[in-house]
């Protein structure tokens, strides 16, 4: 035998012969496509049936958590709701400091300006009366823009202006003092003493000490001073009771 041999030594077997019609052929050929594309669809609606699980737990879970937000904001308004009349009573508390701070803006403790007159009188002076009269800023004007109208030293009632006359330096309230001391020296010494009484964040509380009068008499044998005086207030005399921190009251 050649070595070459023949086409048909390469095959095995008999040779076949297809004897099949075209026609079935062909069908065989579409029901095979068809059941391809079957296959194929099936394998979409698995793809399509795993994700809608997938998405439907998902939107489960996030339905979930909508639920718990919503019912933690429910709680919230309740709790906001059971806190309000707390907060009105706040409100109304703050309102009523607002309204002390406006009504106590310009009050004097006169027991602080007692206190300090019989800490200041020397025990050789003795006081008989007092009286107060407050400047039109005191009354409610604009600060600064008051002055006190006193007796002059003459007996007079002119507005005072000059520097250390009463009335200078926009007090807020005068006080006027009748008293009696063993010497005229005395009752210089109580005013001194006044002019350089008590400060209230670096300002004098007391300005412009003043003699209206002081006659030396003789009564029961024993000779003593009658005089009277006046004092006037600064706005350090100011309580600042009620008052923000930091409020300077003008």
Do not use: C
């Not at 059941?35 to 699980?53: D, E, P, Q, R």
């Not at 639920?67 to 707390?86: E, I, M, N, V, Y």
């Amino acid at each position: 035998m050649s070595s070459w041999g023949t086409p048909w030594a390469q095959r095995q077997g008999p040779p076949q012969i297809d004897l099949l019609p075209r026609r079935l052929v062909e069908q065989r050929l579409i029901r095979r496509q068809r059941t391809s594309i079957g296959a194929g669809f099936l394998v979409l609606l698995a793809v399509l049936g795993i994700w809608y699980a997938l998405e439907t737990h998902a939107l489960h879970d996030a339905q979930a958590e909508a639920d718990r937000g919503q019912a933690t904001a429910t709680g919230l308004r309740a709790q906001r709701a059971q806190l309000q009349p707390l907060a009105d009573l706040e409100a109304q508390i703050a309102a009523a400091e607002q309204l002390q701070a406006v009504v106590y803006r310009k009050e004097i403790r006169f027991s602080g300006v007692m206190r300090d007159i019989s800490t200041i009188v020397p025990d050789d002076v003795w006081l008989t009366s007092m009286a107060v009269a407050f400047t039109s800023a005191t009354n409610g004007s604009q600060a600064g823009t008051g002055t006190t109208s006193a007796p002059s030293a003459n007996g007079g009632g002119a507005t005072a202006t000059t520097p250390g006359s009463p009335g200078a330096g926009s007090p807020i309230a005068s006080i006027t003092f009748a008293g009696a001391g063993l010497e005229h020296v005395d009752v210089g010494g109580f005013l001194r003493a006044l002019a350089r009484g008590p400060k209230k964040d670096g300002e004098h509380v007391y300005l412009n000490p003043y003699f209206t009068t002081s006659q030396k008499a003789d009564e029961t044998g024993q000779a003593m001073v009658t005089f009277s005086a006046t004092v006037d207030l600064s706005s350090a005399a100011y309580s600042g009771r009620y008052q923000p921190a930091g409020t300077v009251t003008p």
